[in-house]
Nanobody, 117 residues
Framework: QVQLVESGGGLVQPGGSLRLSCAAS????????MGWYRQAPGKQRELVAD???????NYADSVKGRFTISGDNAKDNVYLQMNSLKPEDTAVYYC???????????WGQGTQVTVSS
């Protein structure tokens, strides 16, 4: 089993920054993808960004140039640096980890990000 614990959410003013962290534990395999998804009220969960174990990254168009995903393979952690935050970034952000071979697809409990003045 794989467990994920997120931290770093909160309330921030428009234009501000936050950094989300996700700590993974359990049976993490080498060939994996870790990422961040978000879900706003009344909307479907959507991909924000993900990163492969090889370091390749992928971003939603809405966050390109503002958010940066990074990973720490030694600690199985993944981070999301969010800059120039907008009210439309308000959502619950979820950490996800999945193995390329389909062995697991794990989710964290979510952390609330609210962008408001």
């Amino acid at each position: 089993q794989v467990q994920l614990v997120e931290s770093g959410g909160g309330l921030v003013q428009p234009g501000g920054s936050l950094r989300l962290s996700c700590a993974a534990s359990g049976s993490i395999v080498n060939d994996n993808v870790m990422g961040w998804y978000r879900q706003a009220p009344g909307k479907q969960r959507e991909l924000v960004a993900d990163i492969t174990s090889g370091g390749n990254t992928n971003y939603a168009d809405s966050v390109k140039g503002r958010f940066t995903i990074s990973g720490d393979n030694a600690k199985d952690n993944v981070y999301l640096q969010m800059n120039s935050l907008k009210p439309e970034d308000t959502a619950v952000y979820y950490c996800n980890a999945r193995s390329v071979a389909g062995i697991y697809n794990a989710w964290g409990q979510g952390t609330q990000v609210t962008v408001s003045s």
